[in-house]
């Protein structure tokens, strides 16, 4: 593991930090918020994916073309990374191709996060988001342990066999139909058996799908709540709006792979829900994960019926979701104009340049 201690001293030697990102997933959300801050900002793109970062080129001040994204942690790289003040932002994709390896063990350059946290996303592992939200008394699905106990409405949670990063959720109501959906996914080589192994069965939340962002470090003075959105995905969301006589005419393979977002509100009175949710997410994983965490998160939830939230997913890094920076009403409430995650970052690690806290929120 890489001592912390030596990543601070790095980024306290530091004048005038750059921002780093990795060419996909959030990349342009994070650097538009850099600039929005006055920040310089370099892109690591895999060769033949580095047009969106050529078409706005207002964010991007210097774009690295790399053979293989995960070539971003070369030696050469992270020695030019500390050379030219950088600060690593990290997101979903950071963590997917270079590997939690590099992340924890290999990258010696500052990242603005909890490189001991990123891992509790994954479900597999003993002190996942399961754990951390139980910790904090925040409610989620039920957990089917064994697929034989599935008696009612459910969702399998496995990855694709060969897009790592894509989802290949399907949902069952029985041990019968769990069979007979995952056998056939994993004929057609859309999963494979041994992440169907690994996989979660969660049971099935009825309601609205809501995900609700907040950000915070060791130096901020409240959980901020960011804003909501909602995901986008294929096939799954237009299908959906067709007449159910339709839908039971055709036979068509359902995926919920995320392709865009939308922006939502909370009525008024539930927001006090919301707050507190954060609230208590955040010190219980200052307790679990010390230094606790470092930017922004994602409680995707489902408020049923009764009004109750429940969580399904926790995103721990950059959860992705640019629409949040021209839609939210809630930072304009706090801070009077209308911003998103990459600006929230850049915020923060200005603040802690001025105040000289860069240590406190690198690790």
């Given amino acids: 593991m890489i001592k912390r201690s030596e990543m601070q001293k790095i980024a306290s030697e530091y004048t005038d930090p750059k921002i780093g990102v990795l060419g996909s997933h959030s990349a342009l959300e994070i650097m538009d918020g850099a600039k929005d801050e006055d920040f310089e900002t370099v892109v690591y793109c895999q060769k033949g ?25 070369s030696p050469a790289n992270q020695k030019l990374m500390r050379e030219n003040n950088t600060i690593i932002v990290p997101h979903r994709s950071l963590t997917a191709y270079l590997g939690y390896d590099i992340l924890e063990n290999k990258l010696k350059v500052p990242i603005f996060g909890n490189r001991k946290l990123f891992q509790a996303e994954e479900r597999e592992n003993k002190r996942n988001q399961y754990y951390l939200l139980k910790k904090a008394g925040v409610k989620y699905p039920k957990i089917f342990e064994n697929p034989k106990s599935i008696n009612k409405p459910a969702i399998v949670k496995v990855m694709e066999k060969n897009r790592k990063l894509e ?15 995952s056998e056939e996914k994993i004929k057609k080589g859309i999963i494979a058996r041994k992440d169907l192994e690994k996989a979660s069965i969660e049971e099935l939340a009825i ?49 919920n792979i995320e392709v865009g977002h939308t922006p939502a509100s909370i009525r008024e009175s539930l927001l006090e829900k919301v707050f507190k949710m954060g609230d208590k997410f955040v010190r219980a994983v200052k307790k679990e994960y010390a230094p606790g965490i470092i930017g922004p998160f994602s409680l995707q939830s489902v408020i049923t019926k009764d009004l109750e939230m429940i969580v399904y997913d926790v ?32 915020m923060e690690i200005k603040r802690a340049v001025e105040e000289d806290k860069i240590k406190d929120i690198v690790t």
């Avoid at 995900?211 to 959906?240: A, C, K, M």
């Avoid at 021209?326 to 970052?345: D, N």
Wanted: hydrophobic fraction near 35%; aromatic fraction near 14%; proline fraction near 6%.
């Fill in 167 to 181: 989802r290949a959720f399907f949902t069952v109501t029985s041990y019968a139909d769990y069979k007979e959906k």
């Fill in 207 to 255: 309601g609205t799908y809501l995900n609700f962002n907040f950000f915070h470090t060791p130096i901020s003075d409240q959980v901020d709540f960011i804003g909501i959105e909602r995901r986008l995905q294929t096939n799954i969301h237009d299908y959906n709006a067709l007449p159910a006589k339709q839908q039971l005419e055709m036979d068509i393979p359902l995926q």
């Fill in 49 to 73: 994916r580095e047009v969106p970062y050529q078409r706005f080129n207002r964010i991007a001040d210097e774009i690295k073309i790399v053979k293989k994204f995960k070539d971003m942690a």
């Fill in 315 to 346: 995103s721990l890094r950059v959860p992705g979701n640019p629409i949040v920076a021209t839609t939210s009403p809630y930072t304009k409430y706090q801070y009077g104009t209308t911003f998103g995650i990459g600006r929230r970052i850049a």
